[in-house]
């Protein structure tokens, strides 16, 4: 009968008490120096198993999707299929937030010479971690589902939207609200949920692109949700919806990111700046200083129902108060990927 393999643990104590034994021999000198090779072992041995335990293997889910690409007068002329990754983070019974997957890389951020204001200049690289992102604007079941759990610094009203529905984003919730949402988050789901940095956002929404919008060289109120009575190049003018819409109502990017032109403006985590001389290129949120008073002002980004198609453009920025809430500013959440096991095909 074929003999159970003893643990490689248990191999490598007999062996050091085989070396211990040896070292008696060559007197106390040996003793010390194999008893410390045996404790850096053990030690060794317990922080790779507390490592282990704490590893995060998650259920992945591949989402596939068409992306149209628009020219100047709004007119289709490419659409390709890609697809994405996410996990399923479960806020309720019946309630769930889907992050996408980001494989992170280098983007070349704000406008060119020709394009844009002051504000979004002058361009520049900047590296991006992975990191994962919500699929859509935090939606006002998801909030609810939220804020419903215990208080972490500040209370918050379950339905503060002026335009109401499950799945229309939520609106009417100032910076430090949807701060305290990605608190709420962060201690149930033991995952590290925050807003995104301007640099993540607007390399989520480009999706690869160098185009003033994703989808190319204008918009149409077919594909977003602003006011559309107005045109941002060659394009026909289109509906003016005068509210929020449902967050799937739209085609994504190249990413499988949502919403990100027009329909909501999305907080970011950063402190406003007037431009971009001297930021940052690690992708992090730029903080100016650590005042979190309601002086403090943050970049609001991807424009929203009420805004021009210039305003939803991917470099397009713009600066509210942190304590201001109004029904056309809303958020996304991102997630560390932390101790998260990522798949191979991602």
Known sequence: MAQTPQPSAKLQGNFLDKLLIFGGSVGLIGIVVLLLIRSRLK???SKLSETISSLQVLEFNRDKFPTPTLDNKGNIID?????????????SNNIHL?????SGGIFTMGSPAEEGKDQEKPQHEVIIQPFFMAKYPITQAQWKAVAMLPKVKRSLNLEPSKFKGDNRPVENVSWYDAVEFCQRLSVVSKREYRLPSEAEWEYATRATTNT?????ETLTTDFANYKGIFSYAGEPKGEDRHQTTVVNQFPPNAFGLYDLHGNIGEWCADTWHDNYQDAPTDGKAWIKNKDQNYRVSSPVRGGAWIGLPDDCRSAARRLEKRDQCNPYTGFRVVCEVGNIVIPERA
Not at 79 to 91: D, G, H, P, V, W
Not at 98 to 102: A, H, N, P
């Open 98 to 102: 889907d992050m996408t997957y980001l």
């Open 79 to 91: 659409s390709r299929e890609y697809s994405a990754q996410y996990f399923i983070e479960k806020l």
């Open 212 to 216: 003033p919008f994703y989808l190319g």
């Open 43 to 45: 030690l060794s041995t």
